[in-house]
């Protein structure tokens, strides 16, 4: 069998696995697997050694997909809450689209499977708030924004949402929907994230109100002289 089929082989088994993490119902056994690819267990152990492997397999899928493009979305010129809020979305769109996973990220999935898989689930969610961590903490330099709490606190917040949404998610039955009403929520949550590092109008950044308040305090002394001379 040549690479290209062991590997179609391996995503098979792995789309057949996320399919039956859909339903909170089935028990996930190598048996029910292998019968729902259409291959016996033996060939299933030839792909991966255990169920465990399975699981550890999908996590990397995971956390393959969302971290390379949550890389893009770094590199692009965005405000630090546009980063936030892209990365988030990122997150829920992924979980909502692919609704087993939910189970894995909660660890629903994972109970009475070897504890390193639930140990890599928290990495992965540490790893992206690292990651919201660090752009809130570059907000100062490039956008003269600060957190109002702390950049490891606002992050830690703003996953802590996330993750909610994903167990809610998981919790009825992928009733409620990750992103629904996202996007109205999180108007009102990047508000109470944020503060300007000077007071300012909150419609304006600093970048260009700075300026504007230095070029009208030159105008208001020049004009002060001026009175002054001719009084």
């Known amino acids: 069998m040549t690479t290209e089929a062991k590997i179609s082989r391996k ?5 057949a696995l996320m399919e039956m993490l859909e339903d909170p119902n089935m028990r996930i056994t190598t048996a ?35 971290f390379s493009r949550a890389k893009l979305i770094q590199q692009q010129e965005l405000t630090a809450i546009s980063q936030c809020q892209q990365i988030l979305t990122l997150l829920l769109t992924f979980v909502e689209r692919n609704a087993g996973v939910s189970r894995i990220l909660t660890g629903e999935a994972l109970m009475g499977e070897n504890e390193r898989l639930g140990n890599r689930v928290n990495q992965l969610f540490e790893k992206l ?33 996330a993750e909610g949404r994903i167990r809610q998610y998981s919790r009825t039955n992928f009733r409620h929907k990750p992103t629904m009403a996202w996007a109205d929520q999180w108007a009102i949550l990047s508000q109470s994230i944020m503060r300007w590092c000077c007071k ?18 030159h105008h ?12």
């Open 200 to 217: 300012a109008h909150s419609g304006l950044s600093t970048q260009y109100l700075c300026p504007k308040i230095f070029t009208i305090l």
């Open 129 to 161: 708030e690292t990651q919201l961590k660090q752009i809130l903490r570059e907000a100062e330099m490039r956008e003269g924004l600060r957190t109002k709490d702390t950049p490891a606190n606002s992050a830690n917040l703003l996953m802590a949402i």
């Open 32 to 66: 029910a697997l292998a019968k729902r690819v259409g291959v016996s267990e033996a060939a299933l152990y030839r792909h991966f050694a255990s169920k465990a492997q399975m699981f550890d397999a999908l996590i990397e899928f995971v956390e393959e997909t969302l």
């Open 11 to 15: 995503q098979q088994i792995l789309h």
């Open 220 to 231: 208001c002394i020049n004009l002060w002289l001026l009175v002054t001379r001719i009084l």
